[in-house]
């Protein structure tokens, strides 16, 4: 399973079949040195807990920093973090996004979840452009995750 990511109102969704235990997959989704191998070029984080901050570091656009806000060992990873580069975490401009694991034999499913698109500021046809980016940015990352686990 590794269809393309979807728009449904104001959220984008997707799952990805990745030839991995939940164990290698959970470690690229919450190592800081194991997320830069997939998800941008850089990520930091303070500490694997709910209120830890990060950030994730893409050399042509800048620096995005998150917090998590939902952790559920090996099964739910949730942030939220800013859309835009910024220095900081603004709660009134960004979105939140919620990886859930699935097992699938040996295999592992991943479900993203990308929401609050509504919330952001900017007006209508700038929350649209940025649903779009952000979907396609989905695309690209999660087939360079599976990528890189499978």
């Given at each position: 399973m590794s269809d393309l990511a979807t728009i449904k109102g104001h959220s984008i969704h997707r799952t990805v079949r990745v030839d991995a235990?939940?164990?290698?997959?959970?470690?690229?989704?919450?190592?800081?040195?194991?997320?830069?191998?997939?998800?941008?070029?850089?990520?930091?984080?303070?500490?694997?807990?709910?209120?830890?901050?990060?950030?994730?570091?893409?050399?042509?656009?800048?620096?995005?920093?998150?917090?998590?806000?939902?952790?559920?060992?090996?099964?739910?990873?949730?942030?939220?973090?800013?859309?835009?580069?910024?220095?900081?975490?603004?709660?009134?401009?960004?979105?939140?996004?919620?990886?859930?694991?699935?097992?699938?034999?040996?295999?592992?499913?991943?479900?993203?979840?990308?929401?609050?698109?509504?919330?952001?500021?900017?007006?209508?046809?700038?929350?649209?452009?940025?649903?779009?980016q952000n979907r396609d940015g989905w695309n690209v990352e999660l087939d360079e995750l599976v990528a890189l686990l499978g």
């Amino acid at each position: 399973m590794s269809d393309l990511a979807t728009i449904k109102g104001h959220s984008i969704h997707r799952t990805v079949r990745v030839d991995a235990g939940r164990d290698a997959v959970w470690a690229a989704l919450t190592e800081p040195e194991k997320l830069a191998e997939w998800m941008g070029e850089s990520a930091t984080l303070s500490a694997l807990e709910v209120g830890g901050t990060g950030v994730f570091g893409y050399e042509d656009f800048g620096d995005f920093p998150f917090r998590i806000t939902a952790l559920e060992p090996k099964s739910v990873f949730e942030y939220r973090w800013s859309g835009e580069p910024a220095d900081a975490l603004d709660d009134n401009d960004s979105t939140v996004v919620r990886f859930t694991l699935d097992d699938d034999g040996t295999a592992t499913l991943v479900t993203v979840v990308e929401s609050g698109f509504d919330k952001v500021s900017g007006g209508t046809a700038h929350r649209r452009a940025r649903l779009e980016q952000n979907r396609d940015g989905w695309n690209v990352e999660l087939d360079e995750l599976v990528a890189l686990l499978g």
